[in-house]
């Protein structure tokens, strides 16, 4: 399968579900920037929402800046990081988020608990499969 890059960012409505129950943040300039607790909008739809991205820098963005989840329902208490395109990850990220735990915990009230991943919360997505790694719990890992 080839898609484009905004083809597989892209929400699709089989995405609902899984989208308005999460919380969905991008790492910005070393902010955390939420979207709105129930938005159907994918990364790619709210960085275009807020001006960040267009064709013309979508893929550098997506590689510069670090995105993810946190999903808190009665079966799941998770937060994803990933970037690139895909959902990557390399040392320089886990790094990167480790160090930034405690700032990330606090914005995004994670408790101890909380599962921390890196990649994807299932795969494949649209037929790729991306690698996930679990680094342990919020409270092991700070």
């Known amino acids: 399968m080839n898609l484009s890059p905004s083809e597989l960012l892209k929400s699709t409505p089989d995405d609902y579900d899984f989208h308005t129950q999460r919380t969905m943040f ?5 902010e955390i920037v939420t979207a709105l ?7 790619l739809e709210m960085a275009q929402s807020l001006g960040w991205v267009d064709d013309s820098n979508l893929e550098p963005f997506f590689n510069e800046n670090p995105r ?10 998770r937060v994803h990081f990933y ?4 959902f990557g990850f ?35 997505i649209k037929g790729i499969d991306y690698p996930i790694e679990r680094a342990g719990t919020v409270g092991e890992l700070t």
Do not use: C, M
Not at 83 to 86: A, D, L, N
Not at 91 to 120: H, M, S
């Open 37 to 43: 607790i129930g938005t159907p909008l994918s990364h």
């Open 26 to 30: 991008w790492i910005v300039n070393d």
């Open 90 to 124: 390399d040392k320089q990220l886990k790094t990167k988020i480790l160090f930034e735990l405690p700032l990330i915990r606090e914005k995004l009230k994670l408790n101890d608990a909380t599962e921390v991943f890196f990649g994807p919360k299932d795969s494949p």
């Open 68 to 77: 993810g989840f946190y999903l808190s329902t009665n079966t799941d208490n």
């Open 83 to 86: 970037q690139g395109v895909g």
